[in-house]
């Protein structure tokens, strides 16, 4: 569904990331992981079209995806950044009409009537400034604006970053059940065990650069991932 190859971005003369190459499966959960500033925000950053690569290709349902972000979200790709970056001074249910911009007539109010169903609190909240709401009702909106758009996949930048243990499961429990709306998703978290449980394939990210990838149990069990992202000391560590 999603096809990167060979992809290099820079920040002016900062290398972010060097012959980066990742394939996303339709109806699957792929996650990235890797430390702060491996380029994991950059990477999503760079598909969605708000970052420029200076090398490499993304394709999209086989097609080259487009550098405009409302290009890309036109093809079917919804990116949904890290800090949630809902729009403070707007209700909750106007947030989620900016979601829908390109959607028209009924199917926008199908899309509303959708969200609604799915975060209960939102509409209950509907007419409620969002810089109001707290940083979970915050996280649910942004994925609720961007499910508004009839996403075919769904980039997810840091979705439990500074949530309570407990909203961070809900969180998690809500990514399944959109790859169960038949949406792919490919999903970035800073809760790397986490992730891992709930993915199909992950990768690892280190400096700019892919290192390790395979199923989520896989890299769940490896002791190098253990020790360095999952706070687990690595079993050759002890002996």
């Known amino acids: 569904m999603l096809e990167i190859q060979n992809l290099r971005t820079s920040y002016g003369h900062i290398l972010a ?3 980066v190459s990742i394939s996303v499966e339709e109806g699957k959960i792929v996650s990235i992981i890797g430390s ?40 079917g790709l919804v990116h949904v950044p890290e800090g949630r970056k809902v729009f403070s001074g707007l209700t909750v249910q106007e947030n989620l009409l900016m979601g829908g911009y390109l959607v028209k007539g009924k199917q926008l109010d199908k899309n509303l009537e959708w969200i609604y169903s799915l975060f209960t ?21 942004a ?34 059940q959109i790859r169960n709306n038949n949406i792919t998703v490919l999903l970035v978290e800073q809760n790397a065990k986490k992730a891992l449980a ?42």
């Open 17 to 19: 990331l060097e012959n």
């Open 36 to 75: 702060n500033g491996a380029g994991k925000t950059t990477l999503l950053n760079t598909i969605s079209g708000i970052v420029k690569p200076s090398n490499g290709s993304i394709k999209f349902l086989g097609q080259t995806l487009h550098r405009m972000p409302h290009q890309v979200v036109k093809a």
């Open 121 to 141: 609190r939102l509409k209950e909240r509907s007419k409620q400034y969002a810089g109001t709401l707290s940083g979970g009702e915050q996280q649910m909106l």
């Open 143 to 176: 994925i609720g604006r961007g499910l508004m758009s009839n996403p075919k996949m769904m980039l997810l930048d840091e979705p439990s970053l500074g949530l309570a243990p407990l909203i961070t499961n809900d969180v998690f429990k809500l990514i399944k």
């Open 198 to 239: 709930l993915s199909d394939y992950a990768y690892v990210l280190e400096n700019g650069r892919i290192v390790m990838s395979g199923d989520g149990d896989s890299l769940l069990d490896d002791p190098n991932v253990k020790s360095a992202y999952l706070g687990e000391a690595s079993l050759s560590a002890g002996n």
